[in-house]
């Protein structure tokens, strides 16, 4: 890797060299901190982030998300920039760095920079070029937005934790579910020299926080908490088991988000899957789904799913598949029932919780209250009532519940474009696949009931 | 009981004194409509012009943040910005409802009284449109490094996005045009902000200005394109679902979908 092709490119081709290679990094969140400018640089920062344009997937654009340099020593086998590929490589100076992001900041392009990087001679040499970047970005420039970098594994801790008060957000990429994945995909990375950097950083937000809280202007270290990424589906863990890493994640790492990515064929290799089908975008979706029940609506894992039950269903969301097997719990009253409880009823979110809660010290709700308020009915109706009463007559049986339920059409975000559902949900599914008449055949250890019924019809 | 319909103008300080009117004259609010500029008329209701006056806004004001709190004066300012007309009325009677005190508890909470909903609504409506100004503003540069924006809100939201570019460009000389209501809100480097109503000269003047960028601006617009093409994973192409982020309206004055130079 001694050579460093590409030095005489225009600032437009390294760009799209290097906004190309990083497109694969799925946190562009500019959320966590909330800080004013102080009237002599240039920025500021929105607590809940602020997104600034989509891209044709859909995904949304709001930092200048980059990669420092695409060379790399490393030869992960799911990734473009591995050394064993022979793409065009490219590396911006810090300079160019700064302007690009200074110059798209004013123009309201973007919240702020997202700084990675491949690996260039060794971590520590590269996590010094990306700390360069943003120290001259923070004290030459005096830019007060969002910056969000890559801690990179195996680099010496000592400039992690320098570069650690420059950032907002760091982020360590746990890259696979498990160590044995990490070890088939990626022979460079070990899973302990991962997990070191991010304790670290989660031992100096702690630290930090104390010393915040006794010196108000002490610097701060990496405001707006720490995040990682898992790749769904390049292999062969279960929902479960992806879920149960996530968990513990938020529990003993105290991260703010875990992302999750679904594997994009870029890679001709034997080690990965192949998917004919495109990205597992239904089961990112699902994690998705289940992450949120994780941090917002105070379910854990080992409710959604279990050893016997290790994948999602394909069919419902999360929520709706858990209270149909607890409908021992249901129906809920509407004007009593406590907050946490509401949370648990699907087509209620935690905003119309909230407003539920708040509106029932007024008045007594009913079912057209609950509409404008915003309640999903059509999904809530099966397990609440108002006043004890049902908004229909209808039976608390789970067969019945899940057919109508299956009968309103889950909303999915990838659906339009001609990609039918069907066509996505047979690769999604690690238990569905096609028999010798092309008909789909459900191959679960344990049918759920409502499929049992619907064969039978 | 006939109705009364006070009818004011469009705008904040019109509505809050027609609600102070109203309590003046001693109207019962299940009988008085407030009436935003001149609209169809009704037979069976008496009118009564009010002209807005700064100084007994300013006490409805403060009686509603003394009253009801900060939370609730900035829903109701958000939802006087809308552009829907019975805005004017789901105020008065939010209010209204607050000062009877059967509301328990914080006053936009109160949502199943239909009014209450209607003002959330309403402010709910604006704020979100004001937030997608923060998002979809493009600025750019014109010759002496001016910084100059064109939005075409359907809400007047352009006093709410001023605070949050002030302070994020303190050293900056920039202007954001609202060229549906031909008002501007202009940043001076190192001074406060303030809004103008601009004269027909005036909007032609700042429309031909819009065009004189500077050497620099093409080179990163062209850049900024390029950047949001790249970053689309083809994979994954979900147009329908950019869309429904990013509606096409907001688009006419956002650089990366300008036509490739």
């Known amino acids: 890797m001694g050579l460093r092709i590409g ?168 890259e696979l579910p498990t160590a044995e994945g990490l070890s088939r995909l990626a022979p460079n990375k070990h899973r302990k020299t991962i997990l070191t950097p991010m304790r670290q950083i989660q031992n100096g937000i702690t630290v930090n926080q104390n010393e915040v809280a006794l010196y108000r202007h002490a610097p701060q270290f990496v405001p707006a908490g720490q995040s990682t990424q898992m790749i769904i589906g390049a292999t062969p863990e279960s929902d479960y088991q992806i879920l149960n890493v996530a968990e513990s994640l938020y529990q003993k790492f105290a991260l703010k988000r875990v992302f999750y990515s679904a594997f994009v064929h870029v890679n001709e290799d034997k080690a990965l899957p192949a998917l004919p089908g495109g990205p597992p975008l239904l089961r990112e979706h699902r994690l998705y789904q289940a992450d949120w029940l994780l941090r917002f609506y105070g379910f854990e894992a080992r409710e959604l799913l279990s050893e016997e039950r290790p994948d999602f269903n394909i069919l419902l969301d999360p929520k709706a598949d858990w209270a149909l097997r607890h409908l021992e719990d249901f129906p809920v009253e509407i004007n009593r029932a406590p907050y946490e409880l509401l949370l648990r009823v699907p087509g209620i979110g935690v905003k119309s919780a909230r407003r539920i809660v708040q509106a029932r010290r007024s008045s007594r709700l009913d079912f057209s209250h609950l509409k404008k308020i915003g309640v999903v009915l059509k999904r809530a109706l099966y397990f609440i009532t108002c006043s004890g009463k049902l908004m229909y007559p209808i039976r608390l049986e789970e067969d019945y519940i899940a057919r109508q339920l299956l009968g309103t059409k889950e909303k999915l975000p990838f659906e339009a474009d001609g990609v039918t559902y069907r066509q996505l949900s047979l690769f999604d599914d690690r238990n569905f696949v096609m028999d010798q008449e092309h008909q789909m055949i459900y191959h679960r250890t344990e049918q759920p009931a409502f499929m049992r019924g619907a064969s039978s019809a | 009981m006939e109705e009364t319909i006070l009818v004011c103008e469009d705008s904040p300080e019109g509505i809050l004194t027609a609600v102070y009117r109203a309590y003046e004259w001693k109207l019962k609010p299940e009988h008085t409509r407030i009436q935003v500029g001149a609209a169809d008329l009704c037979l069976f209701a008496a009118y009564r012009e009010v002209t807005a006056d700064a100084g007994v806004a300013g006490k409805v004001a403060n009686t509603v943040k003394r009253r009801f709190g900060q939370d609730a004066w900035e829903d109701i300012c958000f939802a006087l910005a809308a552009e829907a007309k019975e805005k004017g009325q789901a105020v008065y009677r939010t209010i209204a409802a607050g000062l009877s005190g059967r509301i328990r508890g914080k006053l936009m909470g109160g949502l199943a009284d239909d009014d209450i909903r209607r003002t959330f609504e309403l402010s709910r409506h604006v704020h979100s449109e004001a937030h997608r100004m923060l998002m979809f503003v493009r600025f750019r540069e014109l010759e002496g490094k001016l910084l100059f924006a064109r939005i075409e809100p359907d809400a007047n939201v352009l006093e709410f996005v001023m605070p949050h570019f002030a302070d994020r460009f303190p050293l900056e000389n920039f202007v954001i045009m609202d060229v549906r209501r031909g008002i501007a809100g202009i940043h001076e480097a190192r001074r406060d902000w303030f809004l103008v109503r601009l004269d027909r000269e005036e909007r032609e003047r700042f429309s031909s200005m819009a065009l004189r960028y500077s050497e620099e601006e093409l080179e990163m617009a062209e850049l900024f394109r390029h950047f949001c093409v790249s970053l689309g994973i083809r994979e994954r192409k979900n147009l329908s679902l950019q869309q429904q982020f990013l509606p096409l309206k907001y688009r006419r004055f956002m650089t990366e979908f300008d036509a490739p130079v």
């Not at chain 1, 798209?104 to 392009?109: E, G, K, V």
């Not at chain 1, 001259?136 to 990179?152: D, P, S, T, V």
């Open chain 1, 7 to 174: 030095t005489g490119m225009s600032l437009m081709e390294k760009l799209e060299i290097l906004s190309d290679a990083a497109k694969y990094d799925v946190a562009c969140t500019s959320s966590g901190t909330e800080r004013k400018g102080d009237g002599k640089g240039i920025g500021n920062a929105v607590k809940a982030g602020i997104c600034h344009s989509f891209a044709s997937d859909g995904r949304c654009i709001s930092l200048l998300k980059i990669l420092f340099t695409n060379e790399c020593i490393y030869d992960c086998k799911y990734c473009a920039n591995r050394c064993s590929n022979d793409v065009p490589r490219a590396s911006f100076t810090p300079e160019e760095v700064c302007r690009l992001t200074i110059e798209f900041y004013r123009r309201n392009y973007i919240e702020g920079l997202f700084l990675s990087s491949g690996i260039l001679y060794n971590p520590t040499y590269t996590m010094g070029l990306i700390y360069q970047a943003v120290y001259r970005l923070r004290h030459e420039y005096h830019f007060q937005g969002y910056i969000h970098i890559k801690a990179i594994p195996g680099a010496d801790p000592e400039i992690i934790r320098l570069a650690g008060f420059e950032a907002d957000r760091m982020s360590v990429n746990l």
